[in-house]
């Protein structure tokens, strides 16, 4: 609720000019929750590995976690992915599933097997945030994870399962590989899923 008061205040506010030195010295001061905000906001659009440094001890921040996060998804530097895939093994409960969202976002193959883990750990918001991701990164390991978990996940995970195995076969589609695509969506549709899961991914096959 905190994030999402000042995701609204900051949309009311003009957008600074500051530089990334500026911007990381407000994160680093006793500034107020909404001011670090918006520095987080202001190093989305020009941060670089300075910025990385800066934003990645707020992954374990309950107030700014989700303003480092999205800054962190928009940084294009490298150090970007491997300071969310690093927080993974330091975090736990919705800081957790944040961070595994956010490594689904930037698309890190490199997290496929600490996804795989998770996907199949105890913490059902891990585990559920871990198979989007997995349908996100869309490479054949986590294509293999995620079919994994589509025939053994129990039965409260199975769905996110194929609903991340749709968002694989979408990936696959997307990049002109119909065969793949469309032997993914028939593994959803003789899975063990709610029935209107099923019907996407006929649907899906069709359009394949």
């Not at 500051?18 to 941060?47: H, M, N, R, Y």
Request: aromatic share 2%; net charge positive.
């Amino acid at each position: 609720l905190t994030c999402a008061g000042l995701a609204h205040a900051q949309s009311a506010a003009p957008a600074g000019s500051a530089s990334v030195p500026e911007l990381i010295a407000v994160l680093q001061s006793d500034a107020a929750t909404f001011d670090k905000a918006k520095a987080c906001q202001g190093l989305a659009a020009i941060g670089d590995e300075r910025a990385v440094r800066a934003l990645a001890p707020l992954l374990a921040d309950e107030e700014l976690a989700c303003y480092a996060r999205s800054a962190l998804e928009a940084i294009a530097d490298p150090s970007a992915g491997r300071a969310l895939v690093e927080a993974m093994g330091q975090l736990r409960g919705s800081l957790l599933a944040g961070v595994i969202s956010s490594v689904g976002v930037k698309g890190e193959a490199r997290a496929v097997d600490g996804l795989s883990r998770l996907a199949t750990g105890d913490d059902r918001g891990a585990a559920a945030a871990a198979l989007a991701a997995l349908g996100r990164i869309a490479t054949p390991k986590a294509e293999r994870a995620l079919l994994q978990a589509l025939e053994t996940a129990p039965a409260r995970l199975r769905a996110e399962a194929a609903n991340a195995c749709l968002v694989c076969g979408n990936s696959w589609l997307s990049r002109g590989d119909r065969s793949e695509a469309v032997r993914l969506y028939k593994r959803v549709r003789a899975a063990r899923v709610p029935e209107h899961v099923r019907r996407a991914a006929m649907g899906r096959q069709i359009v394949a």
